[in-house]
């Protein structure tokens, strides 16, 4: 949930942790936001290991 003043969720598929570290350096580098969060969603799969 977000409560806050500005608020934005952004979901994106990247095949890499790097290239989304890339694409949120991107976003950011332009100095129109004050603050950022990434959190890395896991699948199944990377969580399951037997």
């Given amino acids: 949930m977000c409560f ?3 608020d934005a969720v952004f979901i994106a598929d990247m095949p890499k942790e790097e290239s989304m570290a890339g694409a949120a350096l991107a976003i950011t580098a332009g100095g129109a936001l004050k603050a950022g969060k990434t959190t890395a969603l896991m699948t ?3 969580v399951w290991r037997p």
């Fill in 44 to 46: 199944g799969g990377r």
């Fill in 4 to 6: 806050g003043e500005y």
